[in-house]
């Protein structure tokens, strides 16, 4: 075991902790913020399918895939996001580099573990409307946070079943100014929840060989609903606004707000895939989840409502000789995938739908089992009719994904 990688890994987990803002979407706003995680790089450039697992990739989005495992897996990854937002005509452009996750899979014989964070939503949004006489500016910061630890067990040959518990934990910051020339001073609202609580994800994972080549994978995961603590905090400041928009000379009152409870959606998906192994894997999955449970938490946003999200994705890799010795790009994975989403968030009565196309690559490193993975993808979310936002986006993604044997009993000291 190199020390020095496992010295890193815990530097990577300590910053990790840090709340990231990594999203710069207005539809960001409500509920926990914009659900972001779709899994690893190896998998986000598949669409976020996650039908498929192997032995040395951890499949963080089925916990019974754990016992696939055959080395221990340390992951980590991270993305660049450029986002062109249109309304009206008008035309920005957000750019934002994050950590994305840190994750270890560890094989125990028919069993398998992983343990490991992630951000899971995010809330990042600064929006201005102005008059000649007014100022109105909204500005948001923080999301949810994953800490996870979970187990699978192999039934028997080609079943997998399993089972994680996951700790959420974050906040999230909305401030809004308001400001009236006629009037000398502006007033200046905050409202931040801090965030935490349990959830569980049950899984199912099963490998058929349908002929000498073939095989079949079949996915199934359950997360049921469950509550999370909200801790509620609000002041109110009358604010001198000065005329190139910043503030001063504030005048804070703390207004009492009562601590509260908001539920953490249900979770279905069941999919399925056909390949041949080592070479290449095509599958589709569908998602149902219940955000329509979702709140605004301390506060009431009257044209922002949620209803339960479906999402389709559909991916696979292709690998043209993985144990070639004379072409490296030959063992090179070779991964694309699209995915369709309804994210659940209803702006002003019209739903907000999200596509996305992607494309991978796996790069052995040196001996074939770990590998750095790259993957971009192009996609939308919004659309600029009902006055509403329109995001197109590119996703760069980068992991290192290394493997190892633990647990050898030596046979020379």
Not at 46 to 72: C, E, K, Q, W
Not at 175 to 195: H, W
Not at 370 to 393: H, K, M, Y
Request: glycine share 12%.
């Amino acid at each position: 075991m190199n020390r020095c990688f496992l010295i890193a890994v815990c530097l990577l987990l300590s910053f990790s902790a840090v709340s990231q803002n990594n999203t710069a979407s207005p539809y960001s706003f409500g509920g926990i913020g914009l659900i972001k995680f779709r899994g690893t790089v190896d998998l986000e450039s598949m669409g976020g399918m996650s039908v498929f697992s192997d032995s040395i990739h951890t499949n963080v989005m089925n916990p019974a895939t754990y016992a696939n495992l055959r080395y221990t897996n340390y992951s980590v990854g991270g993305q660049f996001n450029s986002t062109n937002l249109e309304e009206d005509g008008n035309k920005e452009q957000t750019q934002i580099t994050s950590l994305d996750y840190v994750i270890i899979g560890i094989p125990m014989g028919k069993f398998g573990a992983s343990f490991g964070l992630y951000p899971y939503s995010a809330v990042g949004y600064d929006l201005e409307n102005t008059t000649d006489t007014q100022l109105n500016r909204f500005t948001g910061t923080g999301g949810l946070t994953k800490v996870y630890l979970g187990i699978g067990y192999n039934v028997f040959e080609g079943l997998n079943v399993g089972v994680e518990a996951q700790y959420n934990f974050g906040n999230i910051r909305n401030q809004g100014l308001f400001n009236d020339t006629s009037i000398q001073f502006g007033t200046q609202e905050v409202n931040r929840s801090d965030i935490s609580g349990l959830n569980f994800v049950l899984g199912a994972h099963y490998i058929k060989a349908i002929n000498e080549k073939l095989e079949l994978q079949a996915s199934l995961t359950y997360t049921p609903s469950s509550d999370l603590t909200v801790s509620n905090f609000r002041e109110i400041a009358t604010v001198l606004v000065t005329e190139s928009g910043g503030i001063g000379g504030a005048e804070i009152t703390e207004v009492s707000v009562q601590d509260s409870e908001i539920q953490f959606p249900s979770l279905i998906s069941f999919g399925a895939g056909v390949g041949e192994k080592n070479k290449w894997f095509v599958g589709g999955e569908y998602i149902s989840q219940g955000t329509g449970v979702l709140n605004n938490r301390s506060f009431d946003l009257p044209n922002i409502t949620y209803q339960d999200a479906t999402k389709i994705r559909l991916g696979g890799f292709y690998v043209p000789k993985y144990n070639s010795l004379t072409s490296y790009w030959s063992r090179v994975t070779y991964r694309a995938g699209v995915r369709f989403e309804d994210t659940g968030i209803v702006v002003a009565g019209e739903g907000i739908n999200e596509f996305g196309m992607s494309f991978g690559l796996g790069f052995p490193v040196g001996r074939r089992i770990s590998n750095i993975n790259l993957g971009v993808e192009l996609g939308r979310r919004g659309t600029t009719d009902f006055q509403l936002v329109q995001e197109n986006f590119v996703n760069v993604f980068i992991s290192l994904s290394l493997n190892d044997k633990w647990f050898i009993k030596r046979k020379y000291d």
